[in-house]
């Protein structure tokens, strides 16, 4: 069974640009989380998706948004680039049955300059 | 307060010692508590999952929950040199699946 896939795995960007980052959630299942893992810190919380639907978000700016799709994939946007938002960005997922068992993506890394 | 707080290490041990890691919650309420193992350049992997007080054994692996305390431990026996990772506590404290994670705990096994 594939896990959570993300993409891209490395994304450079300008600072006061826009990133698109992507996951794919387990088959099956229909919350996805994203965090941020900055260096040095513990992994912050953005959003939480479900059903297509924002369920919570994170203590995170207007500029982190982002969406979930019908086949319950999951785009985080970042806009308005800043260099602190250099992180690596993870992507979890868990069904509704066992939603305290998230499994995570192997993240994308963004580097903003 | 942070939600989890967690020695951040770094810990470095002889391959076949006992490795325990700790950390502190600060709400009494929280009742599931979860383990990740994250290697370098990885997202964090689920290791081990408890609900309220107890302990949980799978394996060389034992995790541990004192509610009275509001302590979390996670206990590695026989170490391995490929358990050389950064070990995550978490808490799902059920309102929202904003789970709050500690800044984890960088372990070296040595051979």
């Known amino acids: 069974e594939a896990g959570v896939t993300q993409s891209p795995t490395h994304l450079i960007k300008t600072r006061g640009q826009q990133a698109t980052l992507r996951c794919s959630p387990i088959?099956?299942?229909?919350?996805v989380y994203w965090y941020q893992q900055a260096l040095g810190l513990g992994l912050q919380f953005l959003l939480w998706y479900d059903e297509g639907e924002e369920r919570n978000r994170g203590n995170f700016p207007p500029r982190f948004s982002g969406r979930q799709f019908p086949n319950y994939s999951s785009e985080l946007n970042v806009n308005a680039l800043e260099l602190e938002d250099s992180a690596l960005y993870l992507c979890?997922?868990?069904?509704?049955?066992?939603?305290?068992?998230?499994?995570f993506g192997q993240g994308t890394r963004l580097t903003v300059v | 307060q942070k939600e989890v707080e967690q020695d951040p290490g770094p810990l470095s041990v002889p391959e076949g010692a006992i490795v325990s890691l700790n950390c502190t919650y600060s709400?009494?309420?929280?009742?599931?508590f979860m383990w990740y193992r994250q290697y370098s350049r990885k997202g964090p992997e689920l290791l081990m999952y408890t609900y309220s007080s107890g302990n949980k054994e799978d394996g060389r692996f034992t995790a541990q929950v004192d509610k009275s305390s509001k302590y979390i431990s996670l206990f590695i026996r026989d170490s391995q040199p490929s358990d050389s990772a950064t070990y995550l506590c978490?808490?799902?404290?059920?309102?929202?699946?904003?789970?709050?994670f500690g800044t984890g705990t960088s372990l070296t096994v040595i051979p």
């Open positions: 088959s099956g299942h229909t919350s």
């Open positions: 709400n009494s309420a929280f009742q599931y």
């Open positions: 978490a808490v799902d404290p059920n309102t929202g699946n904003q789970f709050y």
């Open positions: 979890a997922s868990s069904s509704r049955s066992r939603d305290t068992e998230a499994f």
